[in-house]
Each structure stands twice: as structure tokens, then as C-alpha cells.
T-cell receptor, first 111, second 114 residues
Framework: AQSVTQLDSQVPVFEEAPVELRCNYS??????LFWYVQYPNQGLQLLLK??????LVKGINGFEAEFNKSQTSFHLRKPSVHISDTAEYFC?????????FGQGTTLQVKP | EAGVAQSPRYKIIEKRQSVAFWCNPI?????LYWYQQILGQGPKLLIQ????????DSQLPKDRFSAERLKGVDSTLKIQPAKLEDSAVYLC????????????FGQGTRLTVV
């Protein structure tokens, strides 16, 4: 069985500050890893994904994530956030096509 | 390129009533998913179709939920009868066939059961 744990339910941060959203996963087989963003009253949009190869993955809107197999983590980072980054962020794993999501982290960017 | 279309956007019904949601995936996408997202939680897969066949419906409450994908294109998800705990956002997603292809999500249908 696979599972995803997002360690922070809410992350408040000031505009232009760096941010890290933490994600740990559990799986007995190799998995693909994803980060999705959800703006209010919208569906989910893919930020980035790790399939294989380089453990540092760059995504849209200046986000990046690092896959750490030994720590079973896939933390999301951005060096400088904007007000427009305020949203819900979901980490997910997959090895059969279906996505298993974490509980989500609310990123609140303050001016 | 048109995205995943869902309707209606919002629905309010009384418990024990029935409701249906519709999804039109991106053209050419063989795989279609229905997810349930309860407030404050991550989406949970209800059912996965590959063309018009069911791949995974292990989390679908089959006593009240049903889904079909006629001709491998559009899909409908039905709840009959609805319970209060069915209040959630129902998200449809589609992707090309394959294990590592990106899933594209619709805007969802927000269901409130009163």
C-alpha cells in the first residue's frame, strides 16, 4: 500500500521569502511523485513531477522539488514567493496511473 | 486545446435524493478518473476507466455510487440515494494511456447534501 504525508497543514510566509512544503511517502515499490496546486474553486494543476533521473526537478512558476529516496521525501521549494502563490498544494504518488494524495498544505502568502 | 469539462459546477440536494455529474475529457485521452475531495482533505480516487472499461473501482461505494463511460469518451457519475457525508467536490481527470502521463483535472462539481 502507498501513502503520502504532508507534514504541515498550513504554512504562512511573507511575500518574497523562501518556502518549503514538506512531503513524505510510503511505498513498497518504485513510484512516481507529483506536486499539484489548487486555487480556490478550481481543479488541480500539475506543478512538477519526478519520474526518474535527476533528483532535482524544476516545475512551473519557479517551484522545484528534490526527491530523496533514503528519506522517502519529496519536498517542494520556492526561493521567493508571491501573493499569487497563495493556494492549496498537494503531494501525490502513483505507480498504476491513479494518484494517491496527501492531505494538502495551505500556503498563505502575506504582504 | 480544450480542457476537461464538468457540469454542473454546483449542486444542492436533499439527503436520499439522487444526483448525476457529467464529464467530458480531453480529446484522445484514454484514461478517465473520478475523484472525491472532502473539505480539508486530498482527493480520493473513486473509479478509473481505460477507454470504456473499469480499471479500478475499489474505493467506489457501489451500494449508492455508479459510473459509466459510454463509447470511451464522456462519463457520468451517479449517487442514489445521497447521504450527508457525500457532500464534497467531485473531480474528473483524464490522461493519455500510460503510467507516467500527466492527469488533467476539471474544475469539479461541488455537491452539498442537506
Amino acid at each position: 500500500a502507498q501513502s503520502v504525508t504532508q507534514l504541515d497543514s498550513q504554512v504562512p510566509v511573507f511575500e518574497e521569502a523562501p518556502v518549503e512544503l514538506r512531503c513524505n511517502y510510503s511505498s513498497s515499490v518504485s513510484v512516481y511523485l507529483f506536486w499539484y496546486v489548487q486555487y480556490p474553486n478550481q481543479g488541480l494543476q500539475l506543478l512538477l513531477k519526478y519520474l526518474s533521473g535527476s533528483t532535482l526537478v524544476k516545475g512551473i512558476n519557479g517551484f522545484e522539488a528534490e526527491f530523496n529516496k533514503s528519506q522517502t521525501s519529496f519536498h517542494l521549494r520556492k526561493p521567493s514567493v508571491h501573493i499569487s502563490d497563495t493556494a492549496e498544494y498537494f503531494c501525490a504518488v502513483s505507480n498504476t496511473g491513479k494518484l494517491i494524495f496527501g492531505q494538502g498544505t495551505t500556503l498563505q502568502v502575506k504582504p | 486545446e480544450a480542457g476537461v469539462a464538468q457540469s454542473p459546477r454546483y449542486k444542492i440536494i436533499e439527503k436520499r435524493q439522487s444526483v448525476a455529474f457529467w464529464c467530458n475529457p480531453i480529446s484522445g485521452h484514454a484514461t478517465l478518473y473520478w475523484y472525491q475531495q472532502i473539505l480539508g482533505q486530498g482527493p480520493k480516487l473513486l473509479i478509473q476507466f481505460q477507454n470504456n472499461g473499469v480499471v479500478d473501482d475499489s474505493q467506489l461505494p457501489k451500494d449508492r455510487f455508479s459510473a459509466e463511460r459510454l463509447k470511451g469518451v464522456d462519463s457520468t457519475l451517479k449517487i442514489q440515494p445521497a447521504k450527508l457525508e457525500d457532500s464534497a467536490v467531485y473531480l474528473c481527470a483524464s490522461s493519455l494511456a500510460g503510467l507516467n502521463t500527466e492527469a488533467f483535472f476539471g474544475q469539479g462539481t461541488r455537491l452539498t447534501v442537506v
